[in-house]
């Protein structure tokens, strides 16, 4: 069974910084295409981010481009979210996800995963 440890979320003022961490254990992060969801209360989760499996590509919702940076660490065999510039609208329960797709291009659908993290509450409030 392939398990996540997340961590980094927490409460942030508008206009603050938060990272989020995910750290597989059972397996490295070689090969696999790894992403970001969040589900805000009342709402349908949402894919945020994700980067390809090849490292080739990553991809953003438009509500996040330019505010927010995916990014892994090999050596680390962790994954991140940088998230800069938040607002209110971002306050959900953050999910990080991955599959096994050694590919050059990424989804943000997330019934392309396989593998979930227990999740991590953001909330952006004054």
């Known amino acids: 069974q392939l398990q996540f440890v997340e961590s980094g979320g927490g409460l942030v003022q508008p206009g603050g910084s938060l990272r989020l961490s995910c750290a597989p254990s059972?397996?490295?992060?070689?090969?696999?295409?790894i992403g970001w969801f969040r589900q805000a209360p009342g709402k349908e989760r949402e894919g945020v981010s994700c980067?390809?499996?090849?490292?080739?590509?990553?991809n953003y919702i438009d509500s996040v481009k330019g505010r927010f940076t995916i990014s892994n660490d090999n050596a680390k065999n962790t994954w991140y979210l940088q998230m800069n510039s938040l607002k209110p609208d971002d306050t959900a329960v953050y999910y990080c996800?991955?599959?096994?797709?050694?590919?050059?291009?990424?989804?943000?659908?997330?019934?392309?995963?396989?593998?979930w993290g227990q999740g991590t509450q953001v909330i952006v409030s004054s």
């Open positions: 996800a991955a599959d096994w797709r050694p590919d050059s291009a990424c989804s943000l659908t997330q019934g392309r995963y396989g593998f």
């Open positions: 059972g397996f490295t992060l070689r090969d696999y295409t």
């Open positions: 980067i390809s499996g090849l490292r080739a590509t990553t």
